[in-house]
C-alpha cells in the first residue's frame, strides 16, 4: 500500500451519466494529481495540485473537472464522458512542488473507468 | 515535443540474468529521472530515483544515468519470475519555475522465464 486511496476500483457509466472520482492519500503530502492511462499510450498528466491550488491543466476537456478541497483530498467529477474516455485514471501525490525538482510519485491503485 | 523513448518489448530473461532496461529523452534539461514498475493491472510503482550522473543501486536494482548522451537505464541483477510487469521510465523534462510535469514513456514489458 502506498497511502494513497482511490474509489471506486471499478466504474462503469453511461455517457449522459454523471458520476466523480475520489482520492485520498494518507502521506502528509501536499501535491496531488490526476492522470489518465490507456492502453498502448503512455501517462497523460491531466491535473495538478499544489496546496490545493491548481497548478496543471494539461488541455483536459471540459468533462472533467476536478476538485481538491484540501491537501489530503482529489476528486475528478465527470459527465458526459465518450467511449474514448475509458481508461484507467491514476490519482498520484506527493511531498510538494518545488521548481527545478521533482519529489517522488506515489500512485493510488486506480479506478477503470468504462463509459457505454 | 518533450519524449521519453523506450523499446517496449517484450524483454525476455531467464530467471538469474541480469535483465537491463533502456530509456532515452529529448530534452537536455531534464533534472530528476524514475523508474515505475507496474504489474497488469495495478498501478505504477516507484522503484528508483536517479538525479545525478553515474550509478545508483538499490538492493538488486541498478539505476544509471548519462546526461550527456541523455540516457538512463535499469539493470536488475539475479532477475526473478515476479519481476515480470512494465517498467516506466520518467522523466522531469526541464529545470526551472512553473515545470512540475513528469513525461513518462510508453513502458517495456520484462519477462522473466524460469
Known amino acids: 500500500e502506498t497511502g494513497v486511496t482511490q474509489t471506486p476500483r471499478h466504474l462503469v457509466m453511461g455517457m449522459t451519466n454523471k458520476k466523480s472520482l475520489k482520492c485520498e492519500q494518507h502521506?502528509?503530502?501536499?501535491?496531488m494529481y490526476w492522470y489518465k492511462q490507456s492502453a498502448k499510450k503512455p501517462l497523460e498528466l491531466m491535473f495538478v495540485?499544489?496546496?490545493?491550488?491548481?497548478?496543471e491543466n494539461n488541455s483536459v476537456p471540459s468533462r472533467f473537472s476536478p476538485e481538491c478541497p484540501n491537501s489530503s483530498h482529489l476528486f475528478l467529477h465527470l459527465h458526459t464522458l465518450q467511449p474514448e474516455d475509458s481508461a484507467l485514471y491514476l490519482c498520484?501525490?506527493?511531498?510538494?512542488?518545488?521548481?527545478?525538482?521533482?519529489?517522488?510519485?506515489?500512485f493510488g491503485p486506480g479506478t477503470r473507468l468504462t463509459v457505454t | 515535443q518533450k519524449e521519453v523513448e523506450q523499446n517496449s518489448g517484450p524483454l525476455s530473461v531467464p530467471e538469474g540474468a541480469i535483465a537491463s532496461l533502456n530509456c532515452t529523452y529529448s530534452?537536455?534539461?531534464?533534472?530528476?529521472f524514475f523508474w515505475y514498475r507496474q504489474y497488469s493491472g495495478k498501478s505504477p510503482e516507484l522503484i528508483m530515483s536517479?538525479?545525478?550522473?553515474g550509478d545508483k543501486e538499490d538492493g538488486r536494482f541498478t539505476a544509471q544515468l548519462n546526461k550527456a548522451s541523455q540516457y538512463v537505464s535499469l539493470l536488475i541483477r539475479d532477475s526473478q519470475p515476479s519481476d515480470s510487469a512494465t517498467y516506466l521510465c520518467?522523466?522531469?523534462?526541464?529545470?526551472?519555475?512553473?515545470?512540475?510535469?513528469?513525461?513518462f514513456g510508453k513502458g517495456t514489458k520484462l519477462s522473466v522465464i524460469p
Open positions: 530534452d537536455r534539461g531534464s533534472q530528476s
Open positions: 536517479i538525479y545525478s550522473n
Open positions: 520518467a522523466v522531469n523534462p526541464e529545470s526551472g519555475a512553473g515545470s512540475y510535469q513528469l513525461t
Open positions: 495540485y499544489n496546496f490545493k491550488e491548481q497548478t
Open positions: 502521506l502528509g503530502h501536499n501535491a
Open positions: 498520484a501525490s506527493s511531498q510538494r512542488l518545488v521548481p527545478a525538482l521533482s519529489y517522488e510519485q506515489y
